[in-house]
């Protein structure tokens, strides 16, 4: 990978995307390995929208690999209220920190902010738009527990609004993946997404419920589905009880299946699946550690090299 | 000290205590001695409710070990007002960190957390339950000025409510010490604190007035009375007022008085007493690092032999 | 510069400027000849208003010299909610800290807290008082971009409310600058302001249009008119308007002219000026680092040879 920035999944092709794997699996392996490689080195974390997970995780690889992170704190408490725009804050902010790491609410953002900085900046979401790194840790927890071809994917919830699924489609399409996706309706994958899929050549089908396709599935990546989309509660209420999962609902699964979900889970899956084996969701969160180290190391390491 | 967590000063016996007492008292005697010793550890703060002095000492602390810190934010700035659980939330947390402090508003939320995590956890303050580094710093105080053997300890202000004050109170259990109670009728130590504090054998007496038993005391710890207690406004003033004291309430105390205070204090203590000899507050909130560096030195240390 | 605190400009002679100065451009010119020098060291950030740019700047700083920072995080989140008074908020955290900075609504609060602190205090801005460590990243950069004698500095926008600008035009007396104020009517700079400044024997005009003086100018430092000094809209538009700059208006200044402003801007300065060689506005902002890193360097040095 020689690229200065990571905006979207999309800008990475298969040998990137093993690239920043390998490295996160050498970093696994041993901890340590990078241990005081960026002694120095700043990392200003930019959330422009509340972030525990992220932000946190991107604080605690910059961390481990011996840097210091910079945080803008909350734009209540930021320059933003005082009408700066996006542009003005990221050029100030570049003078103080080695990379950037920008989370907005505008589709697009990222992107835009390349124009104006010259040190690496890594898209953290913005808005509807992308967010390559849940991406790559996604593909880390995958690969670690099923392998990454011949497999087969199911993705249930919310595949309309869902930025990490589409994402997440697409990145796959690299892969020999087979691809299920499982949701109300209403909640479709758009049709854009659905096109793109197909003209990349993906093996692609569509259900409205998990027993379709429960037993065949190597992988279960589960969504939210939000209260907010739907304008009447019990509509809601009806069509969320649908893509639920319980251990028992599991038994029908193969015995290696493994459960992803990007968290935070409401009641999507339920208590008792986090004692079976399918359970994967802790060390998917805890793998942005080591794939975010990997990330930052190249990048700064692309930056020292100019 | 052989354990993986601090949840309750009550698990803590006499030489558990006075381990961590030792161990802060090297650390004061020479505050570079374990600078550097936990060079690349990560201590997780998950503070869900406003902290501004146990915070940041703790994080002075761990600093001071050459460790660094992550900060879960506010709640308001975090994946809990998703509804995510703080079972889930700790679960993520302790893939970042090497160790935990959590503070939550909810009796035996630290408890319950342990169950979820294998790092060690750091209760600092479970709602009206426990705060037992709170304890600990207070402890060393009290040995570092007066003693912890045959001395005369007076506590005085809300001791219905306070956390902190049932929780010293069981801990000076512990050594040789005299307990005077002051406080008004309507805040006086909860039944079952009183029963537990005969149970073990501890000299208890209660008092309305201060000058009862001020001349006795070696040590006077006093703690705020919250106007929110009062459903009258005139009741509370006329209860505050007469635990308030001054300088010059204090010249009937010994010279020897050590007065101390778990701040922040509003008008329990008036600014003259400041100036006097008695006034050791602010050396207590001092405390603060050195026993939170023994402490986390010593639960990072276990945690490393494993 | 022999002293333990910061608080106004006026306070530094020219050589104590001069050092600070001398001193940033070391670091300017060689980032890493101060890499570690204060490991181990502990900066307190006290912010009790928002910043980002300031706050930030010195979290960098003490970073790229080594050194830790604690952070007391908002007023919301911190004792002061609970009635403490600002003299047991920083004898406190005096506790913690080997250097503390403290920004707070009240002018002349961080005089008053350095009767009560024993460890170097840098005062970041005091409501209307002083932000001095802006003042010397001001004249670090003129003196970078355009010398700091012999020189015709303007200076345009709200000239009695901001303390950026009494602080600046004083501390330009002690080099041999000519200064313009240019403003409407309604916010001239202060009688007082103006008493001082003539004092000091300072060439000083005033004007209301920047077409009057800009051809001589050597600096231009543009400052935000504030909308909420108006009690009419359409008044404050009229005014606004008549002191923003764009690309076009530069084209009768001097080739050199070097245009700054202290950021948040708003409409001030028109986008298409960043384009221009004029623009000095980012680096501006960057210079906070190198000035504050010599500052922080120099009170915490003085500190250790206590």
């Not at 505008?106 to 900046?121: N, Q, Y």
């Not at 027993?211 to 065949?216: A, D, K, M, Q």
């Not at 208590?271 to 975010?292: I, K, L, M, S, W």
């Amino acid at each position: 990978m020689r690229q200065d920035h990571l905006i979207s999944a999309t800008q990475l092709s298969r040998p990137d995307i093993e690239a920043v794997l390998d490295r996160a699996a050498e970093i696994d392996a041993d901890p340590s390995a990078l241990q005081g490689r960026h002694d120095g080195a700043i990392l200003g974390l930019c959330f422009f929208e509340p972030s525990t997970r992220t932000r946190m995780s991107f604080d605690t690889a910059m961390k481990r690999l011996g840097g210091r992170t910079i945080d803008m704190g909350s734009v209540e408490s930021s320059s933003v209220k005082k009408g700066e725009t996006l542009a003005d804050t990221m050029r100030v902010l570049e003078g103080y920190a080695d990379a950037l790491v920008l989370r907005h609410p505008s589709e697009g953002s990222a992107k835009m902010a390349t124009e104006f900085v010259d040190v690496p900046l890594v898209n953290a979401g913005d808005g509807a738009g992308q967010h390559p790194t849940q991406t790559l840790l996604d593909l880390y927890t995958m690969r670690q527990n099923a392998g990454l071809d011949d497999v087969t994917v199911g993705i249930m919830g919310d595949l309309k609004y869902g930025r990490t699924v589409h994402s997440l489609a697409a990145a796959l399409t690299n892969f020999d993946t087979r691809q299920h996706f499982i949701s109300p309706e209403s909640l479709r994958l758009p049709r854009g997404v659905r096109y793109d899929l197909h003209e990349s050549g993906a093996q692609v089908r569509e259900h409205t419920a998990l027993e379709e396709v429960l037993s065949e599935l190597d992988i279960l990546y589960v969504t939210r589905i939000q209260r907010e989309r739907f304008p009447d509660e019990n509509e809601y209420l009806k069509v969320a009880g649908e893509y639920q999962i319980s251990a028992e609902d599991l038994e029908a699964a193969k015995d290696s299946l493994t459960v992803m979900h990007p968290l935070p889970r409401v009641d999507e899956i339920a208590p008792d699946v986090d004692q079976t084996e399918h359970a994967t969701y802790f060390e998917q969160a805890h793998n942005g550690v080591p794939v975010r180290m990997a990330l930052l190391d190249m990048l700064l390491s692309t930056e020292g090299d100019r």
